[in-house]
């Protein structure tokens, strides 16, 4: 049975715009392109993508994906070892996990836990997120995220809760307009997107295309997308697509 691109990211959870940028890139070709220029995937295509998601989860960036899979003929070996990489994973997620335990503690009158302590486990989150930037803006993100490091770097806890909390407000906004029907594009769902591009460019310069392209980094990126799944499970696509259609339709973004 062969899916459309659209199929395919639907069951996967992930855009077609970066099905495409697979296919462009070269570690994920469709099994054939008909003659109107639609992409269709067969199972030895949805089993790759698999394998690439699960490599993504690793945090490996797409040029060592391709090398690993290239250099892999047995399959079952290769699930064997994703499989140990996975568990080293969750041991990574439990110390996360057990940063979430403490401050949950703390708060609730238990043990207390030192301003640095509210951060623990999560570094990796933070080089995870570094990473796909680079991967999609190439090594000069460095700058713009140092920048925003160093505007951040006087925040106590309390200015560090503040913004968070804004954040979640903002998604609960977007929220109650999904669930209204709003559509991503709708001019409702542009008005509270002004808010959220000028949170983003109050961290970090994004011009449209990256804007744009940060759509690709909330659904495809595991911890930015939990972030927003927290508020609501449905509204990781819906963001996705109203930052693309904000860069678009107010910021001037041509796709190309």
Do not use: C
């Not at 003659?35 to 699960?54: D, F, K, S, V």
């Not at 439990?94 to 043990?111: E, F």
């Not at 106590?156 to 709003?182: I, K, P, Q, W, Y």
């Amino acid at each position: 049975m062969e899916y459309s691109i659209s199929q395919v990211a639907r069951m996967a959870g992930i855009s077609s715009r970066t099905l495409r940028h697979y296919d462009d890139i070269g570690i994920l070709p469709p099994a054939r392109v008909s003659a109107n220029g639609y992409r269709w995937y067969g199972r030895p295509e949805l089993l790759r993508l698999q394998r690439i998601m699960l490599l993504r989860e690793l945090a490996m960036p797409l040029g060592t994906i391709a090398e690993t899979l290239d250099g892999e003929t047995d399959e079952l070996t290769a699930l064997r070892r994703h499989r140990e990489q996975l568990t080293a994973e969750r041991d990574r997620l439990d110390r996360i996990l057990d940063t979430v335990d403490r401050t949950v503690a703390d708060l609730s009158g238990g043990r207390p836990v030192s301003d640095e302590g509210f951060f623990v486990g999560l570094a990796e989150a933070k080089d995870r997120l570094r990473e796909d930037l680079r991967a999609r803006y190439g090594e000069n993100v460095d700058g713009h995220l140092a920048s925003a490091e160093l505007a951040t770097s006087g925040w106590t806890r309390e200015d560090h809760e503040h913004a968070a909390e804004e954040g979640r407000r903002l998604f609960a906004r977007m929220a109650r307009a999904r669930r209204r029907g709003v559509a991503p594009d709708d001019e409702e769902a542009l008005d509270l997107m002004v808010e959220h591009y000028q949170g983003v460019r109050a961290m970090w310069p994004a011009d449209a295309a990256a804007y744009h392209a940060l759509g690709d980094l909330l659904i495809d990126n595991p911890e930015q997308r939990a972030i927003i799944a927290a508020v609501d499970p449905e509204l990781p696509p819906w963001l996705s697509a109203a930052v693309q259609a904000y860069a678009v339709r107010r910021l001037g973004h041509v796709e190309g």
